[in-house]
């Protein structure tokens, strides 16, 4: 017999596969939250989050090079000291300690930099942004909307850099990459002028 939907529910593993079995033929299901289909607001929200997620790996490839390659050529010095501290501290931080620290900053104390929204909703109103992709910045940068742009990337300054969490990653990758390069160099220069000097003694005629 089957179960009665209205008094008794479905069992937990049929539930679940009649769930996947939605979600394959593209039913999600309905937030308990916007009340929406799950995929529409993922769909919404995509956009936002792929620009996000852009912005800070191009955070963490800008810094986390050039930092990487100082390291490496100042090694055992102090740039390499200090960058190696800032590296492990960004490893170790919380990423929510962060995010407050940069919003202190940078917010409360400098007034810099907003934290909240994606552009500041007033241009709206003198400069409204036509979307095609949804994201802000690549909408602005087409239709050139540059006070919305400028309004946008100021906007994802810092949660790009709290969520850049691969900066120190790529600071230990480049520095390793660079040291070794360098070390393979200098064996190289080493070897032929250590043959040099072993083989010049067999050159010289002996004396007896």
Known sequence: MRPNRVNKPWPVPVQVG???????????GTSIHTHQPVLSDIMDR???????VTAALL??????IPLGLISAKWSGKAPDGVIRVGA???????????????QLVF???LHLLPVA?????????????????????VDAAITGNWLVLRSAAAHLVLPALVIASGAPCVVRDSRMVSSRRRAAAATGVAQPN???????PMLLPSVA
């Open 59 to 64: 955070f963490s490839l800008v810094l986390g």
């Open 194 to 200: 250590g043959s040099a000097r072993m083989a010049a």
């Open 46 to 52: 995509a956009p936002a989050s792929i620009e996000l």
């Open 18 to 28: 009649r769930y996947f079995r939605g979600v394959l033929e593209g039913d999600w």
């Open 107 to 109: 917010f409360q104390r």
């Open 117 to 137: 929204g994606q552009y500041d909703p007033n241009l709206d109103y003198t400069h409204p942004l036509t979307q095609y992709t949804r994201m802000v910045v």
């Open 88 to 102: 492990v501290l960004g490893v170790s931080m919380p990423a929510f300690w962060l995010a407050l620290i940069l």
